[in-house]
């Protein structure tokens, strides 16, 4: 039944961390296991990012791409309101889109694939009689505390944060207070209650597919399909879902810099599509940098004015690096480093020959691009389920090293960042990590190739997505 052509809707909510996985995974499915693919890409803004995304990948007979805008909800949500809180509102405002969408293909998917803020979207998988699959575009370890959050509500008393033991989750490594993931910190927040739904939307799927492999979490991905606390759903790794290098991008102007850089020789920063610091950390980071005396390429934005909790993005107001980056710091760093505004080819530079490191917020989707390229990391956790990657990398994988203090808690001092670097880039414990990333490196290109653990499992999720409409 497998061979007979599938035909798979991959619906993504707004923001670069769920749309490029979902695309990514798209592509794959198309590609490798000729399925017929349709992406339906909720989009909120007009980015660079997205720009690229979405000219990155051609529409064929099998993968075609519909998008769906997101409709304005500002009259509905205050102000302050939290990135879940107008994810999910979004979302639930374009039920009425998705449905008329899906109606109107033909021919009609099979399946239906969600992000966790599409969960809501259950309810038109329902009216089709099509099954409903949840796409994790982050690691098994937070699919299972995110799945446990529902136990935990009932067992917890007061504000996680407060909690003096680390959570219990059946199977898996314990999650320290610290480390929960946004919005639990403040349980009395509208934010809250919309992530228990969606951990409730997530336990309604069919089955689960995960951004991960099976050598990565081993221990946890066997929690996930066999603890009954943890659901006991069909889990399917499909990662490392990563982007591939691009010919048009290495002709990007950092990429011709890098060609003439020592191999190994450069740390690589940048805090992804939505990381945004303050004017004070922007400037430690700087000296930093400076101090370390290694060749750099950094990403910067400008900085916020404030820590925002927004998804339209608020910076301060600047012409260029120039007005938020310390006096004279372009000029004295100009031989050895390289700065480039907003944005750049990430995966271009991951796997340059003289890149040796990265300095990474450790968002899922740059996890896996630094563990597929070799490249050792110093996290800088700021949101999200970030902190739990953070404590995942540098404890149980050993392959990062972070601040002694959380970031969101306490600026990270020139002084620390310099030693960090400079550690990452020639110390033992850098050199340590080196062997051990490379060691992940040939475990992750081992599971996506033909007959490993994640190009099987995607068999098995369409031999049982078969099973499930006939």
Known sequence: MASKQLHVALLASPGMGHLVPIFLLGHNLVTHHSLRVTILAVTATTTHSLTQLLTSFTTTTNLSIIQIPAPDVSSVLPTDAKVITQLCVMMRETIPAIRTTISSMNPRPHVLVGDIFSTESWQVAEEFGIPKYVFVTSSAW?????????????????????????????GCKPVRPEDVVDPMPNRYDEAYSLYLDQAIGVTLADGLLINTWEDLEPQTLDALRNNESLGRKPVYTVGPVCKRCE???????????????????????????GGLISLEE??????????SRQRFVWVVRPPVEHDPDS???????????????????????????????????????????????????????????????????IVWPLYAEQRMNATMLTEELKVA????????????????IKRMVVDLMEGERGNAMKTEMNRLKEGAKKAISENGSSYLSIFKFIEDCWSRIQ
Not at 323 to 351: C, H, M
């Open 142 to 170: 937070f699919t299972a505390f995110f799945i446990y959050s529902l136990v935990l509500d009932k067992q917890v008393v007061g504000q996680y944060v407060d909690q003096k033991e680390p959570f219990e989750i059946p």
């Open 247 to 273: 010919p048009d991008m290495l002709q990007h102007e950092v990429v011709k810099w890098l060609d003439e850089k020592p191999d190994r020789s450069v740390v690589y920063v940048s805090f992804g599509s």
């Open 282 to 291: 922007i400037h430690e980071l700087a000296w930093g940098l400076e101090m």
């Open 311 to 377: 998804l339209f993005f608020k910076y301060g107001q600047f012409d260029g690096p120039c007005d938020y980056l310390p006096q004279g710091f372009l000029s004295r760093t100009k031989k050895v480093g390289f700065v480039v505004p907003s944005w750049a080819p990430q995966v271009e530079i991951l796997n340059h020959v003289s890149v040796g490191g990265f300095v990474t917020h450790c968002g899922w989707n740059s996890v896996p691009e630094s563990i597929t390229s070799g490249l050792p990391m």
């Open 401 to 416: 090293v972070r601040p002694e203090v959380l970031p969101t808690k306490k600026v990270v001092g020139r002084e620390e």
